[in-house]
């Protein structure tokens, strides 16, 4: 009997050791094997609107630890295929909580919104929870409208790539580094020697060409918006409140789920609908605000992490730990 509880003790350790050891380890025994659409808020009505969490750092990294699902790109690519097949849906709620992510995701996940529009002629709309800054905001502006709650964060419209440095290090604990390399610039942002100024200038250069990506997407976002000059001088890389953002005209109403809603029912032409979403979870307790329905996570990441498992790159990112 003893023998017995020792080793049921001992499951859980084992799952976490396996889930530690392996990136592509996951508790897929807690999910289905499909998406199930479960309610939000039912209705009599045959029309759906759709309610798609973004949540996190926008990557195409693998998921979090214990996560039944990958990462966010991909997550998110998947709902907007699943609602594309189903005749019933005539809306989509964009829910954002992120401080964005690297270039190419938000990008990627930026153009799968727009095709998803022009495919299917579904209305989609923005709602922006406590933070939807750089590429969230970035994503957002894909979408037809953008709400953002009272309390939202948003903007930061601009680059960042972080190159560490320890040189100093080294040279305190006696190592040093031989680079053999095929030119000059092959192993230029190394963390093992300080950046020359030509480095620093071609570098400059990439994260320019992303920036004036990004102040294009969000001039053309609506047409009696911001200008791209307009935008330039308010896009430094800080953040706005909500009301900030709305009268600079980087979102298009301040409220709620409901606003959101009915701002989607308008679009599409319907007085009711019912309000779905898409989970592996079908059995849990779903509400508007319970906890994502994108995948039931036992560990959630503090900053410290999300900022040292970022890989070498370009980001759209908001994140003051930096």
């Known amino acids: 009997m003893m023998k017995k509880k020792y080793w049921f003790g001992l499951i859980p350790l084992m799952l976490f050791y396996l889930a530690a050891c392996s990136p592509h380890f996951h508790l897929d025994f807690l999910g289905e094997d499909k998406l199930q659409e479960v309610a939000l808020v039912p209705s009599r009505a045959k029309a759906k609107i759709t309610v798609i969490d973004l949540e996190g750092v926008i990557s195409s990294n693998q998921g979090g630890l214990f996560s039944r699902e990958g990462d966010v790109l991909s997550r998110v690519y998947q709902r ?36 998803f529009r022009q495919k299917t ?14 590429g969230g905001y970035y994503v957002a502006s894909a979408c037809e409208t953008i709400v ?5 964060l948003t903007g930061s419209i601009g680059v960042i790539s972080v190159f560490p440095d320890v040189e100093g290090l080294m040279n305190k604990v006696g190592v040093k580094t031989t680079v053999v ?3 000059q610039m092959k192993d230029a942002g190394s963390p093992f020697r300080g950046m020359s100024e030509e480095e620093k200038q071609f ?86 605000y319970a906890t994502s329905l994108a ?5 959630s990441e503090p900053v410290e992490k999300i900022v040292s498992g970022l890989k070498t790159g370009f980001y759209y990112l908001w994140l003051p730990a930096l």
């Open 80 to 115: 907007l295929e699943k609602a594309s097949s189903d005749p019933q849906v005539k809306g989509i709620i964009l829910r954002l909580d992120t401080p964005g992510g690297d270039v190419t995701s938000s990008d990627i996940l930026y153009h799968e919104i727009l095709r």
């Open 121 to 134: 002629k579904v209305p989609v709309v923005a709602l922006m929870m406590g933070v939807a800054a750089s």
């Open 148 to 152: 953002a709650h009272p309390s939202t």
């Open 181 to 183: 390399k095929s030119g």
């Open 203 to 288: 570098f400059q250069k990439i994260i320019d060409e992303h920036y004036e990506k990004f102040l294009k997407v969000v001039a053309a976002r609506k047409e009696n918006g911001p200008s791209l000059d307009e935008i330039r001088k308010l896009a430094d890389g800080r953040v706005y409140t909500a009301s900030e953002a709305l009268k600079l005209g980087l979102i298009d109403r301040v409220g709620y789920f409901q606003t959101a809603l009915d701002e989607v029912l308008s679009r599409a032409g319907l007085k009711e609908a019912r309000v779905v979403a898409y989970t592996y979870y079908p059995k849990r307790q779903n509400n508007l």
């Open 295 to 299: 995948g039931t996570e036992f560990m």
